[in-house]
């Protein structure tokens, strides 16, 4: 099966392409034109007058989509190729594009506030624009809790060579990361990426090789990642201090639509359930002959020996475990498959991690990560096409409905993780077998449960010590290794002072505390996949409506509708919880005669 993707059935010709060209110049023309629209355009008095706002908006869907297909192909090129700098200058170019056309949806956002709320009821309620009503209501709303629509346009300019500008030069630093390895009797050079894939390699001697190298390598640039989380935070505080924010958390929360009821509720379960995580982590310290596992043993395998999964073998079984729950699921799979949506090639020169991004304008996706043949990137495929699949069911929709926040999106593709591995843990025939895929599926419950809740923490406090003024490296070293052992419960002999560096999650510019909705996401799925057991093929409709209903409702209105359940009370969060405690439970019952 082929390894790499087919990029050429959007644009032809790669960062060269001369249709992309072409279609970024007509994405400017009609940006323009929509800036020029916004501009001329008056509060609206009577009913008929609002229906003449309905071709803006029906410019501003077009440009959504768009503007989305342009950013996802530009960063596709980048993540497949980091020394591409043609790509890295499309990606400015995107940038600046995307910031004129935030710059206008401000500026019509502040329009649509201004109208008389009877008025603005009533156009709503018209066939035409009722599926709208939920994203431009809530456009609306957000437009009162920001600055004037000239200082947040002022504030979009600014940030394409300063915000984003300095997310943009993370991306450098990473493509310039190195880390020598030798193996087979010959010295190679690692790409961020793919000495990630040997930190959680089944001999111990490697890991502690490839993570003293790693954390060498990062600390050697850890002064230019200390001035670009510096300031990338800086920005964002600045900002806040503005638009009169006090609290770090509410940008973060507002996109994700969900409320600090529901955050505490979900980290008082996280936090309850850590001390049996510890447990888990003491046993499967033992079982590897250590007293207490180090950072780079938590992912460590059980098995001696690495057991390689093919790619087409890896594919294969994750359409046939996503038909046993839904056929639609499946069929969507086997066809990424087939028309080569998918990057998995192990080679150099690619960025760290995965993703999956939608081009909303050809209703495609793409799936980008390194394929090495280990379970956990089986469990990221999947990952990833559940992704896929969530941003299939939206194309059915509006594009301004399409726009769904990180949390649930964390939702669909941690669903599609737990359909795989739940299956492979209930088909291994062997007991030593069966044993290894049920650590790997608790080894997600520690990244969850306490990974992610060592960023979120130490993110946290970043923010609040950032306030007083710029970081040192060492100093922000300090925060996140004590943001590890507080998450970890002191479980660990060993700490990622550098974690903070080599994580791109921290960079990001889209979305502010790439975190906790990782957590939410893995918890609210594992709610939903107890329900799916409980109902079977019946539930996979009702799956679908709830992740189309993703754009258009908060989290607590969503779980509501679709699930009759209260997010902001830990009862279901609990739930959720349970599912992991039985899995350790079970690990525990079957390791206690191994130690």
């Known amino acids: 099966m082929r390894q790499t993707w087919d990029l050429d059935t959007i644009f032809p010709g790669g960062s060269a392409s001369s249709e992309f060209e072409a279609f970024i110049q007509g994405l400017e023309q009609d940006i323009k034109l929509l800036q020029e629209q916004v501009k001329s355009a008056s509060i609206p008095q009577t009913l008929e007058e609002a229906a003449g706002l309905e071709g803006i908006v029906e410019l501003l869907e077009q440009c959504t989509a768009k503007g989305s297909e342009a950013r996802s192909f530009v960063s596709c090129l980048s993540a497949q190729d980091q020394s591409d700098k043609k790509a890295n200058q499309l990606s400015g170019r995107i940038t600046g594009l995307l910031a004129s056309f935030q710059s206008a949806a401000v500026q019509f956002s502040t329009l649509l506030r201004d109208i008389d709320d009877t008025l603005f009821h009533d156009w709503m309620a018209k066939d035409n624009m009722a599926p709208l009503s939920f994203t431009l209501s809530e456009s609306r709303s957000r437009a009162r809790e920001k600055m004037s629509p000239e200082l947040e346009s002022l504030a979009l300019s600014l940030s394409v060579d300063g915000y984003h500008g300095w997310g943009d030069f993370y991306n450098t630093i990473v493509s310039h990361i190195q880390i020598p390895f030798e193996e087979n009797g010959e010295l190679r050079k690692l790409s961020a990426g ?326 939410f996401g893995y918890m609210f799925s594992a709610g939903l996949y107890a329900l799916a057991l409980e109902q079977g093929e019946a539930f996979a409709e009702r799956y679908d409506a709830l992740l189309q209903d993703t754009g258009i409702l908060p989290v607590e209105e969503l779980a509501q509708k679709h699930l009759g359940v209260d997010l902001t009370r830990p009862d279901f969060w609990q739930k959720a919880a349970s599912s992991c405690e039985q899995d350790i439970r079970q690990f525990l019952q079957m390791t206690q005669n191994m130690v």
């Open 194 to 519: 793919q000495a990630a894939n040997k930190l959680s390699h089944p001999d111990k001697e490697v890991r502690r090789e490839v993570f003293q190298k790693w954390e060498e390598a990062w600390s050697a640039s850890e002064d230019y990642c200390a001035d670009t989380l510096n300031h990338l935070s800086g920005f964002r505080l600045k900002l806040y201090e503005a638009r009169g924010w006090d609290q770090v958390l509410k940008e973060p929360l507002a996109v994700n639509r969900m409320s600090q009821e529901t955050l505490d509720a979900m980290w008082s379960v996280v936090q309850s359930t850590k001390p049996l995580l510890v447990e888990f982590l003491n046993r499967k310290a033992q079982l590897l002959g250590m007293d207490q596992l180090s950072w780079e043993d938590v992912d460590a395998p059980l098995q001696t020996s690495e057991v390689k999964i093919s790619y087409d073998d890896a594919a294969e079984s994750i359409v046939r475990q996503f038909r046993a729950f839904s056929p639609r699921m499946a069929d969507f799979a086997q066809m990424a498959f087939d028309k080569n949506w998918i990057e998995v090639e192990d080679r150099p020169g690619k960025r760290p991690g995965g993703f999956c991004t939608s081009l909303k304008n050809s209703n495609q996706t793409r799936i980008f990560m390194t394929y090495s043949g280990t379970a956990s990137n089986v469990s990221t495929l999947a990952h990833e096409l559940g992704h896929a699949y969530h941003q299939h069911l939206m194309t059915e929709l509006p594009v301004l409905n399409q726009s769904y926040a990180m949390n649930v999106a964390e939702t669909a593709s941690t669903f599609a993780e737990m359909i795989v591995s739940d299956a492979q843990v209930k088909g291994a025939q062997q007991e030593e077998e069966r044993l290894a895929l049920l650590e790997e599926k608790i080894n997600r419950s520690v990244a969850f449960f306490m990974n992610i809740h060592a960023r979120f923490l130490f993110e946290t406090t970043f923010y609040e010590q950032r306030k007083q003024g710029i970081l040192t490296a060492s100093e922000i070293s300090n925060l996140m290794e004590q943001a590890q052992k507080e998450a970890y419960l002191n479980a660990l002999s060993g700490y990622h002072p550098h974690f903070w560096a080599s994580k791109l999650h921290f960079y990001i510019t889209g979305v502010p505390f790439y975190n906790f909705p990782y957590t």
